[in-house]
Structure formats: C-alpha cells, structure tokens
C-alpha cells in the first residue's frame, strides 16, 4: 500500500529540492522523480556560497575571470 502523503517525510536539503514547471510538478504530484517516471535532465548539488558569488557576477556582466574568481 502506498504511503500517505501525510505519513512522507523528506529531508528539507538541498539535494532534495528540485525545480520543475508547473505542468512537470503537477504530473510529478508527491512522488520521487524515479516513482513518476520523470528522469532528472541536472544531477543536484549543494549550492555552496561560492557558486552564488558566481552566478550573482556573472548576473552583472562583470567578467569573472578578470577578477580571478575563475581560472
């Protein structure tokens, strides 16, 4: 019997939290993604506060190798 969505308890982690369009979440509903049959086009990952300064620079047209964040 399957569980109830009220006794599913998952984890609030980041690699737990998926994005998705209101179409693709409606037909997810409250299953895993393997449960629906929907594949995953990104493996998540922990955003660290690295990444954020990342995309927060890359956001102002700044460039990012000009200031030595990346190689």
Do not use: Y
């Not at 984890?11 to 929907?38: F, M, P, Q, Y």
């Not at 990952?45 to 200031?67: C, F, I, M, P």
């Amino acid at each position: 019997m399957p569980e109830s969505r009220l006794t599913r308890v998952e984890a609030d982690t980041w690699l737990n939290s998926i994005a998705a369009c209101l179409r693709c979440s409606g037909i997810k509903a409250h299953r895993t993604s393997e449960e629906a049959g929907i594949p995953l086009l990104f493996q998540p990952q922990v955003v660290t506060t690295r990444d954020t300064l990342l995309v927060a620079v890359t956001a102002t047209g700044a460039g990012v190798v000009a200031l030595g964040l990346v190689a």
